[in-house]
Each structure stands twice: as structure tokens, then as C-alpha cells.
């Protein structure tokens, strides 16, 4: 398979791909969480630690005592969280943690570790806020300028590559063959 060929099916894969997330993006993209989304779970913390949520990414996940799941906070996590209430999220703490109620009945999965999860949106811990509704909005806002930036390249890449592919294709088919002929162009 030639270059152009690749180039070709490489743009016929990517562009509706990379189109669909991009329309997505701009025009579907999640709206701002308020209060009356957020369902509160309240309980003693069993465990904490820190999971590799990405290639460059780290999440806080943390497992109460009353419940079965854990709750994942990837959202922008350690920078997004407020130091001073991490410092007291230990073992039999108090915690208050916001999630969606859909998420409660369907967690999302975490398909590396075989481990499912409850996406954590607002946290409080022993009484002091670690990371609030607003600070997840902000942070999610922040998140989809990105996704709508690496979108769009994407999708300018995967065109162009289709691009190069169809002009390609098209020389190819319009340049009679040269067989039998020598190099200074005489027979």
C-alpha cells in the first residue's frame, strides 16, 4: 500500500471521526452542574489513594466504609483540589462526596484496572471544602477548550490527508504509463 493510499484511508477513517467530536464539541458539549444535579454521599473514609488515570494524569480515589464502589476524583486533580482539606482526608475521616445520581446506579469502569468507579464532582472533607461544584465547573470548562482545540486539528489533519490522498489517486489515473521509455525520453 503506497503512501497516498494510507493518507486516503487514514482521512476516509478520520474525518467523520474527528468531525463528529468536533460538532459535538462545539455545540453539544455537558452544560455547568448546579446543586439540584449533585446527589450528596456522606460517610467515613475506608481508604485513599492515588490511581493513574491517564498516561500524564492521577486521581484521587477514595473507598468509604457503607459503600461497595469507590469514588474517582479525575477532575483536575491535585490542582484543582484545595491543599488544607486533603491534608485531613485519612482513614475514618468524615467526607461528603457530589456525584451525579445516574452514576450512582451505572459507575462508570475503569477498563485497565477491571475496576468501576464513581465520578466524583464536588468533595468536602471534615467539614472543609476540597473541591466545590464551582471548581469542577471551571475545571470542565477548561477541559472542553482543549478537546474543542484538538478536535478541529485533528480534523484539519484527517482532510488534509484525505486531501492528499484523492489528489494522489487522481494523478495517478490521469498519467498515461511510461513503459519502454528510457531516461532522456527517447525510444
Not at 493510499?5 to 471521526?17: C, E, N, R, S
Not at 453539544?28 to 481508604?47: H, M, T, Y
Request: glycine share 8%.
Amino acid at each position: 500500500m503506497s503512501d497516498a493510499q494510507k493518507a486516503l484511508v487514514a482521512g476516509i477513517i478520520g474525518t467523520p471521526l474527528f468531525g463528529f467530536s468536533t460538532i459535538y464539541l462545539f455545540f453539544f458539549s455537558d452544560r455547568s452542574l448546579s446543586q439540584s444535579d449533585i446527589e450528596v454521599v456522606r460517610g467515613n473514609v475506608a481508604r485513599v489513594e492515588v490511581v493513574r488515570a491517564g498516561r500524564n494524569a492521577d486521581a484521587l480515589q477514595i473507598w468509604l466504609t457503607s459503600e461497595s464502589v469507590p469514588f474517582r476524583g479525575s477532575a483536575g486533580y491535585p490542582a484543582s483540589y484545595r491543599k488544607e482539606a486533603l491534608a485531613h482526608l485519612t482513614a475514618s475521616a468524615p467526607v461528603e462526596i457530589g456525584i451525579l445520581p445516574t452514576e450512582r446506579i451505572k459507575p462508570r469502569r475503569d477498563r485497565v484496572r477491571a475496576q468501576d468507579f464513581i465520578p466524583i464532582h464536588m468533595l468536602t472533607v471534615a467539614g472543609t471544602p476540597a473541591l466545590t461544584l464551582d471548581d469542577y465547573n471551571r475545571w470542565n470548562v477548561e477541559n472542553q477548550k482543549v478537546g474543542k482545540y484538538v478536535a478541529s486539528i485533528l480534523l484539519l489533519c484527517a482532510l488534509f490527508l484525505l486531501g492528499y490522498g484523492l489528489r494522489h489517486r487522481r494523478r495517478s489515473r490521469e498519467a498515461p504509463p511510461n513503459e519502454g521509455s528510457t531516461s532522456n525520453g527517447l525510444n
